[in-house]
């Protein structure tokens, strides 16, 4: 046959198969959730999420050895705290179950990044992400409690504050408050796109932080809307974020792909616990071989246009790369 061109030549073999590819994967990239439970000690697994750990604060220390040991270098907290009242008052504890963490890993792994999630829902006893005023998250009433809770976190000597609560004008507020509190350099991931998703299922059995009553749809984006997303990302940059944040990323990749075009900011997406979830049943049950599925829905997030992905598949993916699996 005549011709001319012939792209199976750059597929020929392993190594120009390398040469060619267009997306690559670093392990600098990835971020692991890590869970912490005031009420515990030792190590406990999470039913909801097979192979992930809640960790006491006396061995919170074990889930950074592991990361580290399989080249991952940063973490998003999530804490249990002991207690939970209407106004979320333990997530701004000075002795809090995240501001213990952070100074834990921080006292022994002062170069290991820890980012903190700023919400609310696992801190409140109606589980939603706010200051309740009557059966709605009152906005801006729910602005002043994130700016403490990011204010402690940033004291205990967090590297980055991560707000997913979803309320308009927090980067704002969280800025200006870290910045008033002497925090300049304490940078602010914001969740910027993060839909009323299914796909937390999972998380909320892990975290206790399933709303009471209702739903999150009165603050989280609809899953229908794609300009949404960019008008989400464009407030926060121009309140003065540091990453953007898709969430989930599997069934948003078209949004992530339209936001690492239109800004400049570094774009992060969380492959969140539904995800993960969904890939450990299938392969439980014999239907799908685990590791691929891992890898090639990791690399989709990367192609879509994500600079940096939060993953509870963060150390084997880790792994895959140093095995030349993928990257
Ligand atoms: C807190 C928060 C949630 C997740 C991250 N931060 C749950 C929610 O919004 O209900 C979900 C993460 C995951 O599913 O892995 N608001």
């Known amino acids: 046959m005549d ?3 012939r792209p199976r030549r750059l597929r020929r073999t392993d190594c120009i ?6 997306t690559r994967m670093s392990v600098d990239s990835l971020i692991y959730p890590i869970f912490v439970d005031e009420t515990l000690s030792g190590v406990r697994p999470i039913e909801s999420l097979p192979g992930q750990n809640h960790y006491g604060l006396d061995s919170v220390y074990q889930a950074v050895e592991d990361c580290l040991s399989a080249g991952v270098k940063h973490c998003i907290l999530f804490g249990l705290p002991a207690r939970k009242d209407a106004c979320g ?6 002795r809090g179950v995240i501001q213990e963490a952070v100074r834990a890993i921080k006292a022994e792994f002062p170069d290991f990044t820890v980012i903190t999630d700023v919400c609310m829902c696992e801190y409140t006893d109606h589980g939603h992400c706010g200051i309740l005023h009557g059966h709605e998250v009152d906005n801006d009433a729910t602005l002043a409690y994130l700016a403490k809770i990011a204010v402690s976190h940033a004291r205990a000597g967090a590297d980055m504050v991560a707000p ?8 704002a507020v969280l800025r200006k408050a870290l910045d008033e509190n002497g925090f300049q350099d304490t940078a602010i991931m914001a969740y910027s796109a993060k ?6 299922g999972p998380f909320r059995a892990a975290a206790g932080s399933a709303p009471s009553f209702g739903d999150r749809k009165g603050y989280q984006m609809d899953p229908h809307n794609r300009k949404e997303a960019l008008r989400e990302c464009a407030l926060d940059a121009a309140e003065g ?15 992530i792909r339209e936001c690492a075009d239109a800004f400049d900011l570094p774009l992060c997406a969380y492959s969140v ?3 993960y979830a969904m890939i450990k049943a299938a392969a439980a049950a014999g239907l799908v071989d685990e590791r691929r599925i891992m890898c090639e829905t990791a690399l989709s997030v ?11 598949y963060a150390q084997e993916i880790a792994n895959a790369i140093r095995m030349g699996e993928i990257g």
Do not use: C, Q
């Open 17 to 22: 198969r390398r040469l060619n590819r267009e």
């Open 241 to 255: 974020a540091d990453i953007l944040m898709v969430k989930p990323a599997l069934s948003y990749l078209d949004v």
């Open 195 to 200: 839909y009323a998703s299914a796909f937390y």
């Open 273 to 275: 616990s539904g995800e």
């Open 302 to 312: 990367f192609r879509a246009g994500a600079n940096m992905l939060i993953t509870y």
């Open 89 to 94: 008052s333990s997530a701004w504890e000075e």
């Open 3 to 5: 011709l001319t061109n």
């Open 164 to 171: 997913s609560d979803m309320m308009d004008g927090h980067v």
